[in-house]
């Protein structure tokens, strides 16, 4: 599985980006799909996951009700719709594709090229 990210960019606090995880591969229409982050001084953390047939998804605490993760069911894109982001929010955003939904990073198989996503205040 080849995963490609995109979508990040400069935004003003409170504004709204859309990332992209385009996938391929044979395999990818069972795997697992999911968003993660991370900033030079911390590790990475999950973000939101959504599981292979597009029915279960996965939030941290930090992003519910401003975060969407969508798309999967074998489709090859997965998107992350951020809404009111927050300076805090600032990090390379990671999409990663895994045989197990879980929300640490260590499981997931497969990991795109980061995309950054800076948030002023």
């Known amino acids: 599985v080849q995963l490609q990210a995109s979508g990040g960019g400069l935004v003003q606090a409170g504004g709204s980006l859309r990332l992209s995880c385009e996938a391929s591969g044979r395999t990818f229409s069972r795997y697992n799909m999911g968003w993660f982050r991370q900033t030079p001084e911390k590790e990475r953390e999950f973000v939101a996951a959504?599981?292979?047939?597009?029915?279960?998804?996965l939030y941290a605490d930090s992003v519910k009700g401003r975060f969407t993760i969508s798309g999967h069911n074998a489709k090859s894109t997965v998107y992350l719709q951020m809404n009111s982001l927050k300076p805090e929010d600032t990090a390379v955003y990671y999409c990663?594709?895994?045989?197990?939904?879980?929300?640490?990073?260590?499981?997931?198989?497969?990991w795109g090229q980061g995309t950054q996503v800076t948030v002023s205040s």
């Open positions: 990663a594709a895994g045989s197990l939904l879980r929300t640490t990073a260590t499981p997931w198989d497969y």
């Open positions: 959504v599981d292979w047939s597009g029915g279960s998804t």
